[in-house]
Structures are given as structure tokens and as C-alpha cells.
Nanobody, 128 residues
Framework: QVRVVESGGGLVQAGGSLRLSCTAS????????VAWFRKVPTKEREGVSC?????????VYLDSAKGRFTISRDNAKNMVYLQMNSLTPDDTALYYC????????????????????WGQGTQVTVSS
């Protein structure tokens, strides 16, 4: 059974940084696609960033996050990270990690239905 767990959220002042972590256990191997999504009460859940199964593709979907957010993977630790810099109050949201086996191996998706496994979310709050 696959289990996805996020961590690293918290309260930070505008201009600060946070690094979110995600680990997925239960896959038969360490090759799986990971995406970060976020949800604020007034909007639909939206895709933030994705890293492909073979790590060849890393995509930041949010225009507002490009140049500030970076996704990466440490295979030795079975961890995927979302480094978030220059945070603004608009980044305040519940951030979710999602995992799945997308095809092709180099592929990514910002669609929620592409991912079978989800974490519970970690709250990021940015104060002004």
C-alpha cells in the first residue's frame, strides 16, 4: 500500500523561504512521478510543480511561482522537495504532495486525476 507524507510547512514572513518535503512509501521501486498542488479556500486546487519518474522533467506550472519555486528529488533518501523562495501572502495555502506512475517516464501532469496517491497536506502561511 502506497503512503504519501508531506512535511515542512509553517508560518513564514513575506520574503522568506520554506522547503516542503514529500516521501512516498510502498511503491515496488523508487520510480514514480511526484507533483505538488495547493488549495486555498476561495479557489480550486491547482498544480504547482511536478518531477517526472525518471527525473528528466521538472516543471513549475504556476506563473507566479516560476523563478521562485524549485522541485527536486533525492533518490537516496526517497524524498522530493519543493523549495519555495521569496514567499508572498498569496502563497498561503494547503500544499499537497501527489504521486503516481505516469507515462511516459519523462512525463508530468498538472491534472489531479493523473495521480493515485495523495498526502494529507501541509499548511504554508505567509504573513505580510
Amino acid at each position: 500500500q502506497v503512503r504519501v507524507v508531506e512535511s515542512g510547512g509553517g508560518l513564514v514572513q513575506a520574503g522568506g523561504s520554506l522547503r516542503l518535503s514529500c516521501t512516498a512509501s510502498g511503491f515496488t521501486d523508487d520510480e514514480y512521478t511526484v507533483a505538488w498542488f495547493r488549495k486555498v479556500p476561495t479557489k480550486e486546487r491547482e498544480g504547482v510543480s511536478c518531477i517526472s519518474r525518471d527525473d528528466s522533467s521538472t516543471i513549475v506550472y504556476l506563473d507566479s511561482a516560476k523563478g521562485r519555486f524549485t522541485i527536486s528529488r533525492d533518490n537516496a533518501k526517497n524524498m522530493v522537495y519543493l523549495q519555495m523562495n521569496s514567499l508572498t501572502p498569496d502563497d498561503t495555502a494547503l500544499y499537497y504532495c501527489a504521486a503516481g506512475r505516469l507515462w511516459p517516464r519523462s512525463g508530468c501532469s498538472a491534472s489531479q486525476v493523473a495521480y493515485d496517491y495523495w498526502g494529507q497536506g501541509t499548511q504554508v502561511t505567509v504573513s505580510s
